[in-house]
């Protein structure tokens, strides 16, 4: 079968050995596969990422010098069952979206990003029946292809824990950042602030439904945190904390009791933004932590490929709580994919271009610029080089 191969940052239509379903798995034929963020960085960084990722566990990353089917972004139908009533429950010929893992020899495997499992970038691709998921009836397949990034999205910003009056900030627009903004706004979360300096990524975070949109070359998205009653200045809680001891120190109880009630009740907790850093440059976090307000919860969702530097002391001063992410879970992904199907998230402003296997490669550069495109769709059936419109 035709399959677009990475190797030696190269990428090149190959034919490749047809997969055959094991037990438990199903074979798809693919219809649509999504060009992520990450396999734009993993082409060039490979070594450096599976080196990283040895250290914690798993040993077949994709390597630079092997030959890689990539692409782990896909919806497809199912063209053959293997065996086992669980490959069974889910039939020939139905879409279905899968959980980029597979297993191999008995081992799990990336989908998309390890020799091992070949991906999407393909005219078929296996997976796991057990995280095979149909897909809703009246359900666009170029939508369903999002699934995956979407489910990224999802596992963030619940990692967040933000309330619907909470201030959410995210810092970089691209496509991960963008489905962020949607997923927030799909939660009734009312602030909604996005960053970057491309207009037409800005273009798309408004289209999403982000409620302030800044270039961080002119205004920082940090700008309005005092309006919404976050602290700037360290003196801040400083002030606050002498003024309330002093009130309660007027009353005929205990301070020290009432101080107990009030926390039972959550008023004594500064105001504080949820940050999503979505750039994943190096510098990135650490401009975060020191132009974002004291308390700030800062969720670390871009992927940084290199070494980084933050300063701690500068997080401890200012009381930031830092997480980071990865993937998501089966409901998750779930939970995604009918968030799709019942239009709770549209993601369709994202949707910017198609193309077919001999144009992956072109694809791949094109989406460098931040101003032509956010997500390609590689189409197998689709010839010729060049990207076309989404629609």
């Avoid at 926390?263 to 976090?285: H, L, S, W, Y």
């Avoid at 930031?320 to 994919?337: A, C, I, K, M, N």
Wanted: hydrophobic letters at 45%; glycine letters at 10%.
């Amino acid at each position: 079968m035709k399959a677009v191969v990475c190797q030696e940052r190269e990428l090149a239509v190959h034919e490749v050995p047809e997969p055959r379903p094991g037990e438990g798995q199903l074979l798809l034929d693919v219809v649509r596969c999504g060009i992520c963020g990450s396999d734009l960085h993993t082409r060039h960084h490979a070594d450096a990422v599976a080196d990283l990722v040895t250290e914690v566990g798993y040993d077949d990353y994709m390597r630079t010098d092997q030959q890689v089917v990539m692409g782990h972004e896909f919806v497809g139908t199912v063209a053959e069952q293997g065996k086992g009533r669980l490959a069974r429950r889910i039939d020939v010929g139905t879409p279905v979206v899968a959980l980029p893992l597979v297993r191999v020899d008995g081992q799990v495997q990336a989908t998309g990003l390890s020799a091992k499992a070949p991906g999407g970038y393909a005219e078929q691709v296996l997976v796991e029946a057990a995280f095979a998921m149909p897909v809703p009836d009246g359900l666009d397949l170029d939508l369903a292809a999002l699934t995956e990034p979407l489910a990224v999205a999802w596992h963030a910003v619940n990692r967040g824990e933000v309330a619907k009056g909470d201030v959410a900030v995210v810092v970089g627009c691209g496509p991960v950042g963008l489905a962020v903004i949607a997923v927030l706004k799909a939660r009734g979360v009312r602030t909604v602030i996005a960053s970057d300096p491309s207009a037409g990524r800005r273009a798309l975070a408004t289209a999403l439904g982000a409620d302030t949109v800044v270039d961080p070359r002119e205004e920082s998205p940090f700008a309005s945190a005092g309006d919404h009653g976050h602290y700037t200045e360290l003196t801040g809680p400083f002030r606050a904390g002498l003024a309330a001891m002093s009130g309660l120190r007027r009353l005929p109880t205990p301070w020290q009791h009432t101080w107990r009630l009030l926390d039972r009740v959550g008023a004594t907790a500064p105001k504080r933004p949820v940050v999503f850093e979505c750039v994943g440059n190096p510098g990135m976090i650490d401009q975060v932590m020191s132009a974002a307000p004291l308390y700030s919860r800062v969720v670390v969702v871009g992927v940084c490929m290199g070494d980084d530097t933050i300063r701690p002391s500068m997080g401890i001063n200012k009381e930031t709580d830092l997480r980071f992410v990865f993937g998501y879970t089966p409901l998750e992904f779930h939970d995604s994919l009918h968030a799709l199907a019942g239009e709770r998230v549209d993601l369709a402003p994202l949707l910017t271009g198609r193309v077919g296997f001999d144009g992956v490669a072109g694809a791949f550069d094109v989406l460098a610029d931040p101003e032509q495109h956010a997500k390609i769709l590689v189409d197998p059936v689709l010839e010729g080089t060049e990207v076309k419109p989404a629609r």
